[in-house]
């Protein structure tokens, strides 16, 4: 309950502790220290509305995570839609909403997700909207009449059209009708806003565009298998080493970034590797712009700036549904005011950098009012101590008059609780004269122990009004004078005090766009600070694009995840021949590397299609288009199929897509069942590609399958090189170099392998002896017979012993006989 009063007591009479003290701290302009923890976790939902008609796809969705919608202006995708099954993968809908009058293939498409994904507990759900609701003419009335916060009130009608128009493609139809369809499914279900009143509607922070051209198209096998991601629950192999709180996993190195919205645009970037050179050599200019010793420090200081920038759509979102929290002002202002440092450090940078000209430009100066207004408006002190918006003194006469009021109360209410004191009973030992918001002014007396029944509490000429933590309240003539005189002073200070907040509210957020602005630059400057600190502690280098060479060519390449857990890691390259050598078959002893180079090729790929440093010394990537892999992963086994059917999956994939410019590394394809069956498919599938001539992608196969080559499978010709790993005989023992080179491995060296991995002697030289049998085409002889032969020889012998045995004879000792000379015998038997 909350109070404010005093305590007088009969002897000695003194306020009782608190009394005479305001009970609103003075007012600062000082941030209260400690920053509020804003980022609670929300569970984001993605609504996605798609339209396709005659080729094209129209998408636009909904993320909740920041009140935006995003679309697609109007692309092309075939028949097949997997452009739309692209981003499908990527965002994972909640809802996929579309049209109840859909061509047949957007039928197919959609009924085949629904029965794929039975499983799966986060099957989107299909909603099937009546088609009037993506009429062309509707879907724009829709857009141009909604109540966007980012748009300022002050706006006129046509400028509002001329706006929204600079933001929305008109001219794509299909687009268009998404985003009308995907409006009247947000109203209609009220995402986010479902408890709210009526008249709340679904807030929109922004529209923003994605594009999906140019980009790489990587599986989620590829993802796995090549350990660019990895779920949080698995276990982190080398947190003790760097600290890290990821898994091993390429995307857990690489994010160093500050804030959430740099690691959500990192992971995006991850998703969508792009071949867009312009797009991956900004990139690259801003991480060797900071890779620069003497940038170091700046490097540093804008790393701890970004640490300061916050979820801002969050709180724009709470503001739009006045559900703003006294943190989310420290916040704002935090974010605001580093937004401008950041500005401000960009201004000193080269404009030649289009990132830094951009926050320079764009961070304008409507942050400085945001920040100005907040940091005059809000007394955070106050605020944080009444757990409400307060404001400073000096914003309003009215408030602050009733405050001082406030302020003066306890000594004064000190000296009408003496006076009451002075005319109730004297058996009374102290009374004080408290306030309770909404209640208003009462007499507090202590109850004493001759009050038992509800009857004793009746005092005459006060009105008995409750019983509290052993107090006694009641309202007297003079504490309804005082209810007359002050009124309920509490609550109108909270009221005013509210309706500023909402008018600081809307003033920032007809200023959002701004906001969003400083969100989407400041996450993009985190990514490219967090790349480059990787760069810097890895000892990467910046990879060269050409779109004439075809594949990839790399000097002293490292596994950026191996390099990090090996004591000593052995770099290795890839040599390009453009149209010749096409197909890379990698033999090689068991654990030699093969698999560990192929994955880094693979990897070193796609951080340059990212827009990363690379772990090489050099690394020109041509104009690759795609990366399949045939690599086993454990998660594989998950999706409930037979080893054997994820190769032939995987392996068809790659056949039925990949062109010249595709990468594709296949690692033991054919294992997973009978060896010559694996072996005929594998040459197959290489036969294949080497048909197509120079349209072959670049492949890389590493394989255990020797007879690949001694059976000579595969025509000879300009389009195969074969590789192997580096390795000599010491004695009995193998060494590995893990060095690529040209030839042929000669043997697998399994039992070696064999006894690294601890398999008993007795069973590695059985293996090796039936290894030696086959190949010599001798006949094997199964083990257990080989076991009753000797069985049959024992018994001989024992037999032998008894018919040898003397009864007659008195030395013999028949304990000695049967424990020394039958039961070692007999247990060799058994
Ligand atoms: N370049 C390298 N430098 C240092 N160590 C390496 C290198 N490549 C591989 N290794 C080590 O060798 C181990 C085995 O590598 P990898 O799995 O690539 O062998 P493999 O030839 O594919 O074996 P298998 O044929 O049995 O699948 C790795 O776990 C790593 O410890």
């Known amino acids: 309950m909350a109070s404010l009063g005093a305590t ?50 129209g998408i636009a969705y909904y993320d909740t995570s920041d009140s935006t919608i995003y679309f697609m202006p109007d692309a092309p995708d075939h028949e097949t839609l997997k452009l739309l099954q692209r981003v499908l993968d990527e965002i994972n809908p909640r809802s996929i909403v579309t049209s109840a009058k859909q061509d047949e293939n957007m039928t197919q498409f959609l009924g085949k997700l629904a029965s794929q994904e039975q499983t799966e507990p986060k099957r989107p759900e299909i909603v099937f909207l009546p088609s009037v609701d993506f009429g062309l003419e509707i879907s724009k009335q829709r857009l141009l009449s909604g109540n966007y916060s980012f748009i300022p009130d002050s706006m006129t009608a046509t400028e509002k059209i001329l706006f929204l128009s600079s933001i929305i493609p008109f001219d794509c139809l299909l687009t268009v009708r998404a985003l009308g369809g995907l409006l009247k499914f947000l109203n209609r279900r009220r995402i986010g806003v479902e408890l709210e009143e009526c008249n709340v509607s679904v807030p929109i922070l922004g529209f923003k565009k994605f594009v999906l051209t140019h980009l790489v198209s990587i599986d989620q096998d590829t993802y796995s298998v090549l350990q660019i991601f990895k779920s949080e629950s698995h276990p982190s192999v080398y947190k003790v080493a760097t600290g890290l709180k990821e898994g091993l996993s390429l995307f857990g190195i690489l994010n160093r970034c500050r804030c959430k919205w740099g690691e959500k645009l990192l992971r995006l970037w991850f998703t969508r590797p792009t071949r867009d050179l312009g797009e991956l050599n900004s990139r690259l200019d801003v991480i ?34 006045s559900h703003t929290k006294v943190s989310d002002w420290q916040v704002l202002y935090k974010t605001v005011y580093s937004a401008l440092g950041l500005r401000d450090a960009c201004r000193s940078l080269p404009q030649s950098i289009q990132l830094f000209q951009d926050i320079a430009q764009e961070f304008s100066d409507d942050l400085h009012h945001v920040a100005s207004l907040i940091g005059k408006v809000v007394d955070f002190e106050g605020s944080l101590a009444e757990n409400r918006f307060t404001v400073l003194p000096n914003i309003d006469p009215e408030i602050d008059e009733k405050k001082r009021k406030l302020m003066g109360l306890p000594s004064f209410l000190t000296e ?52 509290s933590e052993e107090k006694l309240h009641y309202r007297s003539a003079r504490t309804k004078e005082l209810d007359a005189l002050l009124g309920d002073l509490h609550c109108e200070i909270r009221d005013q005090e509210t309706l500023l907040m909402h008018q600081l509210q809307c003033q920032i957020l007809a200023r959002a766009a701004v906001l969003t602005r400083v969100l989407d630059l400041a996450s993009r400057l985190d990514v490219l600070l967090a790349l480059a600190s990787a760069a810097r502690d890895y000892g990467y280098s910046r990879p060269r694009y050409s779109s004439r060479l075809l594949g990839v060519q790399i000097q002293n390449g490292r596994h950026p995840l191996m390099e990090l857990c090996a004591r000593t890691f052995v770099p290795n390259s890839v040599e390009c021949a453009g149209d010749k050598e096409r197909i890379r078959v990698i033999t090689g002893p068991n654990s030699s590397g093969k698999s560990i180079y192929l994955k880094q090729v693979g990897l070193i790929t796609f951080m ?31 999706l409930g199929l037979s080893t054997f059917m994820i190769d032939l999956n995987q392996v068809a994939k790659a056949v039925n897509n990949a062109t010249e410019k595709s990468l594709v590394l296949i690692d033991e394809f054919g294992k997973g069942t009978n060896t010559v069956d694996g072996l005929a498919l594998l040459a197959a599938v290489l036969r294949h590609w080497l048909a197509r001539g120079p349209q072959c992608p670049q492949i890389f196969v590493a394989t255990n399958f020797l007879s690949l080559v001694q059976l000579q499978l595969l025509p000879q010709g300009p389009l195969i090189k074969y590789l192997t790993m580096e390795t000599c005989e010491d004695g009995d023992d193998l060494v590995f170099f893990y060095k690529i080179c040209e030839g042929v491995a000669n043997a697998s060296h399994a039992s070696h392998t064999a006894a690294q991995a601890g398999l008993p002697d007795r069973l590695i030289a059985r293996g090796k002896e039936v290894s030696d049998l086959i ?21 001989q012998t024992l037999v032998d012993k008894f018919l040898k045995l003397d009864l007659e004879d008195p030395d013999l000792d028949l304990d000695i006989f049967m424990s020394q000379e039958v039961l070692p015998v007999a247990t060799s038997i058994l």
Not at 16 to 26: E, T
Not at 294 to 312: C, T
Not at 431 to 438: D, K, N, T
Not at 439 to 445: A, C, M, P, Q, V
Request: proline fraction near 10%.
């Open 8 to 57: 007088p007591g009969r002897t000695p009479q003194r306020p009782a502790p608190g009394a005479g003290s305001a009970s609103f701290p003075v007012p600062t302009p000082v941030l209260a220290p400690g920053d509020a923890e804003d980022d609670e976790e929300e569970p984001v939902e993605i609504h996605l509305c798609v339209l396709w008609n005659s080729g094209y796809l």
């Open 775 to 795: 190949r010599s085409g001798k006949p094997i002889k199964p083990v257990k017979e080989l076991l009753k032969q000797t069985q049959m020889e024992n018994c």
């Open 608 to 638: 340059a299609l990212v827009g990363s440093f690379v772990p090489a010394e050099e690394a020109e990537i041509g104009a690759v288009d795609a990366i399949f892999t045939r690599i086993h992963s454990c998660e594989s086994i998950s």
């Open 288 to 321: 060797q712009f900071f890779l620069l010793p003497q940038n170091l420090e700046m490097a540093q200081m804008l790393h701890r700036l970004l640490g300061h920038i916050k979820n801002v759509p969050l709180i724009l979102k709470r503001m739009k549904l």
């Open 416 to 467: 009408v609780a003496r006076k009451e004191l002075e005319t109730l009973d004297f058996r009374i030992p102290s009374c004080s004269v408290i306030y309770i918001p909404l209640i208003g002014f009462l007499l507090s007396i202590p109850r004493l122990p001759s009050m038992v029944e509800a009857s004793d509490f009746e005092i005459e000429g006060l009105d008995f009004m409750f019983l």
